[in-house]
């Protein structure tokens, strides 16, 4: 069993900071990716962000060049550093582990990000 605990949201002004955090616990296989998830109110949660145990990144069109994913292994952890924020990056956002031995989605309990216009 895998558990994940994301922090960091808040309320920021349009073109302000954010940097969201998770950390991973558990039973983690070493090869995964992990991934942030965002849901805005009446919306389907979206992909924002993936990061495999390699580093490799992508990004959703509407986040790239302002939104940076990375991972400590050693600290099970993955950032999502968000800049220059949008009222419509208004969403919770989730923390996401897809363990690749078990082909199992792990789910973080979500945290608020409010951009104010």
């Known amino acids: 069993q895998v558990q994940l605990v994301e922090s960091g949201g808040g309320l920021v002004q349009a073109g302000g900071s954010l940097r969201l955090f998770c950390v991973a616990s558990?039973?983690?296989?070493?090869?995964?990716?992990m991934c942030w998830y965002r849901q805005a109110p009446g919306k389907q949660r979206e992909l924002v962000a993936t990061c495999s145990h390699a580093g490799i990144t992508n990004y959703a069109d509407s986040v790239e060049g302002r939104f940076t994913i990375s991972r400590d292994n050693g600290k099970n952890t993955v950032y999502l550093s968000m800049n220059s924020l949008k009222p419509e990056d208004t969403a919770v956002y989730y923390c996401n582990l897809h363990d690749a031995w078990s082909e199992y989605d792990y789910w973080g309990q979500g945290t608020q990000v409010t951009v104010s216009s």
């Open positions: 558990g039973s983690i296989f070493s090869i995964n990716t």
